[in-house]
Each structure stands twice: as structure tokens, then as C-alpha cells.
């Protein structure tokens, strides 16, 4: 693994395209960007991204591979899909994104205090824990990821909600208590481990 | 003439029994046009009526008024041989574009009137034409340039069954694509690049019975018609031999751009930068050796490719071709496919600003990105290359906005130049001026055709050296009748297109050879018979109709008066219009016929609060668009009185200043577009009247006129609701100035 973190991509050669093909979910299609733009107009939060999607297409064609993997961009899509609608060349825009979230996370790349990433690897180990999400411990664990005290602000913004909830019965208050797993936890875990050894040895991590 | 007789008719059809007196029209003609016969029919057009008038005919009478639907209408119905026809457009100008309502009546019957008055003055001026009897009749085609384009050209014109003589500058056919590697693919998937296939089609040319190749040699004058054109074919031996054909076909292709103009891409200073047609020998070489493609400066292996596009092309600064080649991205992909082809782990960059790869070429550009070409949005600013043979491409990238962006390490830098036509001497630059360098613009120019026109010796051209065309309606005409421009002379382009070009050529000049057989114009008159003839004691020699003919069809006798050649005319009349003496004229359209018409209307005094309007409309784009306006149901001012002219070229001062003597009291020109996107069918026509016009003001000065009593307007075909607003407004405006002091003189 260290070492292709540590390659230098060199300067629109191919380089880090073929690694981004080789180990981003849906790489392949990187090269068949043509640079209309559209995803990038057509994203809702596209003003709000340091490098929207066309820029970091054609930044990983320039071979721009520490800036691509280190930056907050690709972990601002929020998976509406309004780009691969519009896409003219098809490219599953939004998938790429993940992937490319996915592949500098597990490179240990990825930036350590962005919230998205922080959060999904909370969902990740709450869900995987039990084989089921349990809501409350999660909730409570994004409120307090950033202290006591947002915490509690965020909690009393967020009560109306959490109130409602409770009463369709969509909360369950003694979580932290009595969460129900499901079933055959164990097998899960299996599945779930199996799964991974299969991706990293497609994607080159594996040991 | 002595034995003249008219025979005036009207129709009752279509409404225009309902909407018009017509027995009043009748005797309009009778009284006031001198018809011989008149007649009304409740539908003209149907076999009774036409019957109606051949009897007529069949009993002497030789000039035929028709009132009725527009000329444009009908035509096959109201096709008599050997008379002239006079059409009255009373149904799509007069009552379709007038109000149906009562009170309206009073206004439109005296429009009508007015119609029926002009096209009795019409026929009695005009005669049906007959050929001219000097037409030629040759049918052999001669295509100049044995490229793609000409080879295509002589294989249809040949598959046609027409005798074709080629004449090639060099020792072998093929041109430029005889240097390719391999070309844009033209086929499903277009995915690949293909071979040319230029060997298969020079041999299907020299094995043609009906094609006689001349290599080394060169068309060194050429002189004549359509139909009777006469060509030295001059050998580099020097043998000159004479041959007779009836129409041309130059096809001399392009040059690519001087490469070494572009120091600053490295070009000249190191064999390691090409352009494109450099690439194409570096891959043909290769191919012939079966081995890879090497560095020129040191024969080691290629590893990286960069592509830079429109170099020295799109150039704004008025340094380089200004425009696009347009075939060049899609030829820079398939190069870079050559190298993925050898080795697809070979880096190959294409720096683009716009990468433009027309129709089929969206499939090949997404093939070149399968295949893992980089594209790269930015404008390179100087390619290094080191002292080992490694380049470093300075760029701007525009995508990510890095002005310092660098490609290093690169192996071959190709230059993607664009193509200068070889269209000979530009005739419209005279031959002692001189561009910005200093360079004598005629110097260095060697003429294509020769040709002994007084015009000059080639083509006009339009724009950056390519040759003239009307772009919109008839895109392989030239401005030389019977002489046809195909492939990038005409303007930039590839082989694909380049094959369609030629295509259209081919048929074009086979065209030619028959209607000049025929002693009939060409587009856009095809089928005319008429041909200008002056009248030689009054010419004054002025030459202008030689100089301001937009064809070039008029050369110089030994006695120094115009000679015309009917083969090159196109009819225009622009010599007719352009005559300050009015000794010009054709069988069927003459100052006469047309200035008769304008005095023939009946001018109410002063007091009638009645103007009069005088409306030259073109018939190839206005008049259709009056028409159309009459059948939208558009109305406009009861005051007008058009008539359709061939062109606005052929409007001859005297009729207006006449029409302004006469008491009318507004005079409208209506033509199409002129100046670099001119849409005049006549290329020129327009764009002369417009010149002619600006000199007006002296006239209205002289005659103590207002500005506004002349106006002149664009209008292009599809402008129908625009006309009769146009119509309108000038009557609003003649109103507001009140009426011309001339009536009653
Ligand atoms: S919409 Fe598609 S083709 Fe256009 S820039 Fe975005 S990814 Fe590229
Ligand atoms: S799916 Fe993601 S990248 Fe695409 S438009 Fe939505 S938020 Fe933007
Ligand atoms: S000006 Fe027009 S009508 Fe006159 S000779 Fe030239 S082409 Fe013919
Ligand atoms: S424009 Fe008229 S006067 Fe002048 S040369 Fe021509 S025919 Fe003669």
C-alpha cells in the first residue's frame, strides 16, 4: 500500500488515470469526461465545492493525484443523481464520487476532520455492530462529535424531530440499553469480512 | 414591332371575381394598354381557359397579359410557346393583400388597374427569347488536380458518361492523400483509422476509358464559355497541347501552413516537432520499414506524444490562418491512434481549445478517449525542446486555470497547421499592391486556370483565399459560369467531405455542358433563354458592365467595345443596371420594359391624397416574400406598385429618377443581404446597388427631393410578416412628408 501512496503521478501522463481505473469504483469512465461542464452546473451544491466534478475528472487526467485524493470535494456529494442524468456522455458521476471518497479513505489520504467522512464511518460501525442502525446511539453520537456543548445546541434544534420520532415509534429511547440486532449477527460479520477481502484484493490493498 | 397584338385576360377565379370589377380591368387593357383582345374567364388557369388563349394565339395574337395569380403560380398552365407572357399578380399582391372590407374596394380596384396598365406596357416591350445561336456544344469535362477531389470528380462525371480530361501538376495521382498513412475513418463504427485507398482509385482513374490523364502538366490558358471552352495543356517537357472542353472543375486543393511561421512550438529547431503532414511521412516510412515509429533526432523509442492544436490557426492577432480547417482534430486523434495502435502504453496529449469534430467524428473521439488519448482544454504558449531531444510543452490549461502547466519529457510534439487553398491570383487585390509585409500580393501567386478573362486569370474568392460560392442556396457555384470549385479550395475539409464536394461538382458541370448545349443559364435563371445584347453606336466604351459583371462574362473585342459571352452569363442584368448609357438589354427585360411600366400607372394629383409608390422588388427573395405575405393574409398599403426585378444589380438609375419626374412620391428597392454573408443569388448584385444607391442623395438634392423618397431594404425570403411592416412604414413616412411636388408634370 505505501507505495502507491507515495508514486508520483507525473503531469497529464497517464499514470494516475490507470490507477484511478484500476481501483476507484467505476474508474474507467474518468476518460471518457469530454469537459462540457454540465455536472458541474447541475449539481446543487456545485457553487459550494472546491473542485466540482469536471475539475477533478480533469484533475486526475492532469495527474494532479495528491490534490484529487486530499481534497473535501468528492465528499460533498450528497447522491441526488441530477449529474448522471445529465451527463451527455453517461458517466456515472455520482458512483465516481464515492469511489474516489472511498479510495482516499482507505489510502488514509482522505482529510481526518472532514464531517461526511467522519460520519460514514460512524453509520459504518453502528450498522456493522449490530447488523441493524441503532438510531438513537447514532444520533447522539453526530450531535456530540464535536463536544458537550454543540451537542447539546444540536440536540435541542434537532428535538421537534426527535420527538416525533418517538411518538411513531420510528425511536426507540432505550437503545443504549436494549438494541435489537438482528438475527444472525455473526454471519453478517462474515459476509461482511469476506466482502472486504474480496474488494481489497481487487483494489490492491490486500496484504 | 408592326404586327404586334395583345391579348389582355382576367380572371375571375380565386375570389377575384368577387373582390374585382374585372370587366373594367378588361377595359383597362383595351383603352389604355391598346390590348387587341381582351377576354374574362371564371377560372383561367383550368384547360377551357388556357384553350381560351391558344385559340387566341393560334389567331395571331403574339403578347399575352395575364391577369391573375402571381407569376410564381401557375407557371405550367400559362407556358405558351413563342409568345411573350405578361404576368398581372392580382390575386397574392392586390386582393389577397388587401382588406376584403367594403370601404376598400375603391382602393384596391385602382390597384388593380394600375397592375393591369403595367402589364400591357410590359408585353409590348418585351419578345419570347430565343437562343443565342453561337452557343457551344462540347460535353468533355476538365478536372484540374488529380487529388481526392479531382479523381472523385472524373470518376463520376466518367460513371455519368461523360469523356474527362485530368490534369495533374505532379507525377502521380493521389495529391495529399497519396501521403497519408491511413484516413479518418469514413464507416461504422468510425472507431479506427482506415486505409485511403488511394492506390485502388488512381488505378480506377487511369483505367477509365472515358479519362485521359495528363501528369506534370498544368492548364496554362484558358479561354471561351461553357460549351466552347478552350484549354492549353502545358507538359513540364513543354510540350502545349489544345484541348476543347465544355465545362471545368478545379479542384488544386490545399497547401498546409508554412510550419516555420511557429518558432515558438519548436518547429524548424528540432526535428522532434512535426506537423501533421510531418507525422503522416514519420508513420508511412514506418509502416514501409514494418517497424515502430521512432524519434527523428535519434531513432529512440517514443514513449510520449503531445498534439497541439490549431496552431498557427483561429489566430486572432491576425498573424496566422484565421480560421478553422475544421479536419484537424479528428486527423490529430487519429495520429494519436497510430501510437496507441504501436504501443497503447505510449502517452499521447491533445491540447485543444475547442475540439471540433464534426458529424461522425463525435464517435471517433469517443473511440480515441476509449483507446486512453488524454484531452487537455488549454492554449499552448511554446514548446522547449532540450539539447537530448526531450520536449517541454509550455501550456495554459483552462480547465483548471493553471497558466503554468508543462508537459515534460515528451518524445514528438505534432503541430495540427491548417490548410491554405490553392486558388490562384486573388484578382480583386490589384497586381502592384502590397500586403503588411511588404510582399506583392500578385508576386508570388501562380494562377490555376489562366484564364483570358478581362476579369483576371482565376476564381474570385470570398474570404482568406477560398474561393467563391453562395454559400446559403448553391454552395458549388462559382463566380466563373461553367468553372466549378470542389474540396478545400473551396473551403477547408477532409477527405470524406472532400468526396462529397466533388460529387456535387461533378454534377454540376454536367449540368453546365447541357444547358449551355441548350444556349440556357444556368442557376439561378436555369432554363432562361434570354442573353444581354447591346446596342454598339451608342456603347461609350466606359467598360463598366466588364468591370461590375459579378460573373466575369464579359470580355473585350479587338475594337475595345464588351463582349459578351451568353455561356458565362448568368442573366442578372447587373450590366444592364450598371449602363450609363442604358444600350444593354435583354429580349424579355430591358430599361424599356421595365421603365414603360413605371410610367404606364395612372398618378392622382396632389390633392387625392393618393400616393404613389414605386416597388423594385428581387424576384428571387422579396417578391416571394410579397406573395407569401398575400397568402398569410398579411395586408399592407393600397399604394404600392411593384415590380419585380432579376436582381437589384440590374436597377438603372433612370428609373428612378423617372419614377421621382413622374409624381411618385416614394421609390422602395427591396433586396437580399450583401457584404461578407451576402445572400444575393448574384453574389454582387445587391452589394452594387447598394453602392450605387449611396450616390442617390446628389440625385434627390438635384431635384430638391427629400432623403426619404428613396429607401432601400434587405429582406430575406422568409421575412413575410416583415414586408408588409416594411411596406407600411414607408407609407407612414411618405405620408408624414407629404406628397412629391412632381405630379402633373
Ligand atoms: S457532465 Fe459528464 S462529460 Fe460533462 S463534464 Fe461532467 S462528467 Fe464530463
Ligand atoms: S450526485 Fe453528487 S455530484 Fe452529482 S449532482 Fe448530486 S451531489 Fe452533485
Ligand atoms: S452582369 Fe449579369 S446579365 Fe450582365 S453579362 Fe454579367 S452575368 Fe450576364
Ligand atoms: S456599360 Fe454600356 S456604355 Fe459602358 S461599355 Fe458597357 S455597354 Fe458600353
Known sequence: MGDINTAMAEQYRNNFLKEVEANVEEGQWVKMCMQCGVCS??????????????EIFMMIRAGRREEVLKSESMWMCTSCYNCIV?????????????????????????????????????????????GRVNEIELSVGLYFMDGFKTGIARAWAMKDIGLGMLKTRRLNPFGFVSHKGC??????HRMLKKAREIEDRRKGFAA | MADMKIGAYVCQGCGLGERLDTKALTLVAQKEGKAHVVR???????????????????????RVVIGACSRRAKAEAFNFENVAVSRVNLREQVIWSQPAAEEARELTQEMAADYMRMGCAEAKKIVAPTPNPEHGTNKRILVVGGGVTGMTAALEAARAGYEVLLVEKAGTLGGYMAKLHKRIPYREPFADPQATGVEAMAAAVTQDPRITVFLNSTTTRTSGAPGRFSVD??????????????????????????????????YGKSQNVVDQAGLEALARAAAARGEPMRRPSDGKEIKSVVFVQCAGQRDATGTHLKYCSGHCCNTSMKQAMYFKEQNPDIDTAIIYTDLRTPGNGEDFYRSAQRKGVIFTKGKVAQVEVGGNGSATVHFHDLILDDKAATMSGVDLVVLATGQVPNSGVNIDIPPDAQDIDGVKAGEHAVSVLNLTYRQGPDIPQLKYGFTDSHFICFPYETRRTGIYAAGPVRRPMDIAQAVEDATGAALKAIQAVENAGLGRAAHPRSGDLSFPTFRREGCTQCKRCTVECPFGAIDEDEQRYPQFNEGRCRRCGTCMGACPVRVISFENYSVDSVGSQIKAIDVPDEFSEKPRILLLACENDAYPALDMAGVSGHTSSAFIRPVPVRCLGSVNMIWITDALNSGYDGVMLMGCRHGDEYQCHFVKGSELANYRMSKIDDTLKNLNLEK?????????????????ELINDYAAKIQEIGMSPFKGF
Open chain 1, 41 to 54: 452546473g447541475s449539481c446543487p451544491l456545485g457553487p459550494a465545492w472546491e473542485h466540482p466534478p469536471q
Open chain 1, 86 to 130: 445529465r451527463c451527455p456522455r453517461e458517466l456515472p458521476i455520482t458512483h465516481i464520487m464515492h469511489g474516489l471518497a472511498n479510495y482516499a479513505h482507505r489510502l488514509g489520504l482522505a482529510p481526518k476532520m472532514n464531517p461526511t467522512r467522519r460520519f460514514a464511518k460512524m453509520f459504518w460501525n453502528n450498522l456493522t455492530k449490530s
Open chain 1, 183 to 188: 438475527k444472525d449477527k455473526k454471519g453478517i
Open chain 2, 40 to 62: 374574362e374567364h371564371e377560372f383561367l388557369c383550368n384547360s377551357q381557359g388556357v384553350a381560351m388563349i391558344q385559340k387566341d394565339i393560334d389567331e395571331g395574337v403574339n
Open chain 2, 233 to 266: 495543356i502545358t507538359a513540364e517537357s513543354g510540350g502545349t497541347k489544345t484541348e476543347n472542353v465544355g465545362a471545368i472543375v478545379m479542384a488544386s486543393g490545399f497547401t498546409p501552413y508554412d510550419a516555420t511561421k511557429l518558432p515558438e512550438f519548436g
Open chain 2, 708 to 724: 426619404d423618397r428613396v429607401r432601400l431594404l434587405e429582406v430575406a425570403i422568409a421575412a413575410i410578416a416583415r414586408v408588409p
